[in-house]
């Protein structure tokens, strides 16, 4: 089972911040928080990772709460071309690099 | 550089026959994974080959298996096709330096088993 929780789905006006959070209460102190999205019918993209600070990057920033039992990816002016589902993932790949798949959030852009 | 490379990219097949699908990751990484994608499933992890052995491996029967070449390009196997095995199949790759490091995906190959 994923060891994360993400509302299935969420809308977003064009040229706004997209804010997608995601709950991973039983995370362990050597798992990193991913996040990678799937455009229709694509190979999975990764975004962002993390494992306690927040980080930033081209794409995305994302916040890592301190407890590090949450966090949210940040899109700072989404645009159709993000409408996609979002998946955030806990991982160690010391584990043996086995990516554990939620439901993800499908996230709409909307003009 | 080049990203992964799976092939076929669409398939038909016939109950009780075998498939292969091949990946080739991108150069230099030596992890590739497989996921299968479906509608009522959605991504779930097969296996995962390191250096020609598996180092992981999803909870799918003995009709899925895989291997890795030397030169670590990879091939998934799944014999005695069911109808449930319709899918997206995704190969994924990586250089794992640690215990961070990030997949790359293929565009995956859709398996349509009639």
């Known amino acids: 089972d994923a060891k994360t929780t993400q509302p299935p789905s969420m809308d977003c006006a064009e040229g706004r911040a997209a804010n997608l959070p995601c709950n991973h209460s039983t995370i362990s102190g050597n798992e990193y928080v991913y996040w990678y999205r799937q455009i229709h019918s694509q190979g999975p993209q990764y975004i962002i990772h993390g494992l306690k600070n927040n980080e930033t990057n081209e794409m995305a920033s994302l916040i890592i709460t301190e407890d590090r039992k949450s966090s949210t990816l940040i899109l700072p002016h989404a645009t159709l071309r993000d409408t996609a589902v979002y998946y955030c993932?806990?991982?160690?790949?010391?584990?043996?690099?086995?990516?554990?798949f939620g439901q993800g959030t499908e996230l709409s852009v909307k003009p | 550089k080049a990203g992964v490379t799976q092939t076929p990219r669409y398939l038909i097949k016939t109950r009780g026959q075998q498939v292969t699908l091949s990946c080739s990751p991108i150069?230099?990484?030596?992890?590739v994974s497989w996921y299968q994608q479906t509608p009522g499933q959605g991504l779930q992890f097969l296996f995962e080959y390191f250096s020609e052995t598996q180092r992981n491996k999803g909870n799918f029967p003995g009709r899925f298996s895989g291997r890795q070449f030397s030169n670590s390009r990879s091939e998934m196997n799944v014999s005695t096709l069911e109808l449930g095995d319709s899918a997206l199949y995704l190969c994924a790759s990586s250089s794992p330096h640690g215990g961070d490091t990030e997949a790359f995906f293929g565009q995956g190959t859709r398996l349509t088993v009639v």
């Open positions: 150069s230099g990484h030596r992890s």
């Open positions: 993932i806990v991982t160690n790949y010391n584990q043996g690099g086995k990516l554990i």
